[in-house]
Nanobody, 123 residues
């Protein structure tokens, strides 16, 4: 049974930083591309960024490029989302997701999802 568990969310002031973690179990983590998505209140879920199974390549939404960084530790079956220079517009529930095959920014391509962690950025 595949499980993805996010952690590290919380309340932070604008300009601050947070690091989210997503611990995976029940899958061969090193074979999965990982994505981060978020859903703000009253909005649909959107792509934040992703990382290939090797960790060699990453991709980001324009809204977070230069501020967020995704990394992974395959030995720990964990993917990270380092968020710097946070803005109130970054307030959302953040989800990690896993998929095999080619890397994708499309949420429907991901079969496995975590339960999400809340990030709130105050102005």
């Amino acid at each position: 049974q595949v499980q993805l568990v996010e952690s590290g969310g919380g309340l932070v002031q604008a300009g601050g930083s947070l690091r989210l973690s997503c611990a995976a179990s029940g899958l061969t983590f090193s074979a999965y591309n990982m994505g981060w998505f978020r859903q703000a209140p009253g909005k649909g879920r959107e792509f934040v960024g992703g990382i290939t199974y090797t960790g060699r390549s990453t991709g980001y939404a324009d809204s977070v490029k230069g501020r967020f960084t995704i990394s992974r530790d395959n030995a720990k079956s964990t993917v990270y989302l380092q968020m710097n220079s946070l803005e109130p517009e970054d307030t959302a529930v953040y989800y990690c997701a896993a998929k095999m095959g080619s890397w994708s920014a499309i949420q429907n391509d991901y079969r496995n999802w975590g339960q999400g962690t809340q990030v709130t950025v105050s102005s």
